[in-house]
């Protein structure tokens, strides 16, 4: 058992199912207090009916008011992990498509982040779990908006710790490559050719994430050859991006 989550008030977006549901029903295994969110209401209350936990359907950004009141009017844990691939590979993607990614990608972290920390600031503890995705680190082919965005939600999750962390707020950042879940199957070619390969299940994502918490780390890497793929970006950016492209040119061959 993970000592630091018994007991917590924990709040998970997005987990009517994949890594979501994944978190939601091992916070509750660990002893905390779950309130399951997704859009789709039957999804969350299945969840939540069979682990024990509080179904909160709804908006992800909206979920505060009525999660704290289904926890006793406090949140200890919240997990920022809904979120949308936000076109349909189009390489030029619309304003809307743009916008949604935007709201639920990052703005949905942002809002939940600002209801948040006066509380957790005051009482000198908080835990902020952010899914983020490789893709926040390196970038996604065939997939704008959804790289852009996760690339702000990693910026807003390390900008979190590196401000609040003296101050008792602990910061998570999951950064995933492929995971078996309904958005890897409506990834399409690219995502047939750049993540099927090396898909890992929700639930390894949830154990990286508890060990990531045992550990007290930041980044989180459930696929641990991401880190060299970073180094390798950052070191020699040329040569990182000559790859990406000839990636992208043999996904355009076979899309």
């Given at each position: 058992?993970?000592?630091?989550?018994?007991?917590?008030?924990?709040?998970?977006?997005?987990?009517?199912?994949?890594?979501?549901?994944?978190?939601?029903?091992?916070?509750?295994?660990?002893?905390?207090?779950?309130?399951?969110?997704?859009?789709?209401?039957?999804?969350?209350?299945?969840?939540?009916?069979?682990?024990?936990?509080?179904?909160?359907?709804?908006?992800?950004?909206?979920?505060?008011?009525?999660?704290?009141?289904?926890?006793?009017?406090?949140?200890?844990?919240?997990?920022?992990?809904?979120?949308?691939?936000?076109?349909?590979?189009?390489?030029?993607?619309?304003?809307?498509?743009?916008?949604?990614?935007?709201?639920?990608?990052?703005?949905?972290?942002?809002?939940a982040a600002r209801a948040l920390l006066p509380e957790w600031l005051e009482r000198g503890d908080g835990r902020f779990v952010a899914t983020v995705s490789a893709a926040g680190l390196l970038t996604m082919i065939g997939a704008a908006p959804y790289s852009a965005t996760k690339h702000a939600a990693y910026a807003h999750a390390e900008w979190l710790s590196l401000t609040y962390r003296h101050r008792g707020v602990k910061v998570h950042a999951i950064c995933p490559q492929g995971v078996r879940t309904d958005m890897l199957s409506g990834s399409g070619s690219a995502g047939d050719l750049v993540l099927a390969p090396t898909a890992i299940e929700p639930e390894d994502v949830a154990d990286a994430l508890f060990k990531g918490i045992e550990e007290d780390r930041f980044l989180i890497l459930p696929h641990p050859e991401v880190a060299e793929y970073y180094a390798a970006r950052a070191a020699d950016p040329e040569r990182w991006l000559t790859h990406m492209n000839r990636l992208h040119q043999k996904w355009e061959s076979i899309r």
């Amino acid at each position: 058992m993970v000592e630091a989550v018994q007991d917590a008030r924990v709040v998970v977006t997005g987990a009517g199912g994949g890594i979501g549901a994944a978190m939601a029903r091992r916070f509750a295994a660990e002893g905390a207090r779950v309130v399951v969110n997704d859009l789709d209401a039957g999804k969350a209350e299945g969840v939540a009916r069979e682990i024990g936990a509080t179904a909160v359907p709804g908006d992800a950004s909206e979920v505060l008011g009525a999660a704290r009141q289904a926890l006793g009017g406090r949140i200890d844990v919240f997990c920022a992990n809904a979120g949308i691939a936000g076109s349909d590979g189009s390489l030029t993607p619309d304003d809307d498509a743009w916008e949604r990614a935007w709201d639920v990608n990052v703005m949905a972290h942002v809002r939940a982040a600002r209801a948040l920390l006066p509380e957790w600031l005051e009482r000198g503890d908080g835990r902020f779990v952010a899914t983020v995705s490789a893709a926040g680190l390196l970038t996604m082919i065939g997939a704008a908006p959804y790289s852009a965005t996760k690339h702000a939600a990693y910026a807003h999750a390390e900008w979190l710790s590196l401000t609040y962390r003296h101050r008792g707020v602990k910061v998570h950042a999951i950064c995933p490559q492929g995971v078996r879940t309904d958005m890897l199957s409506g990834s399409g070619s690219a995502g047939d050719l750049v993540l099927a390969p090396t898909a890992i299940e929700p639930e390894d994502v949830a154990d990286a994430l508890f060990k990531g918490i045992e550990e007290d780390r930041f980044l989180i890497l459930p696929h641990p050859e991401v880190a060299e793929y970073y180094a390798a970006r950052a070191a020699d950016p040329e040569r990182w991006l000559t790859h990406m492209n000839r990636l992208h040119q043999k996904w355009e061959s076979i899309r």
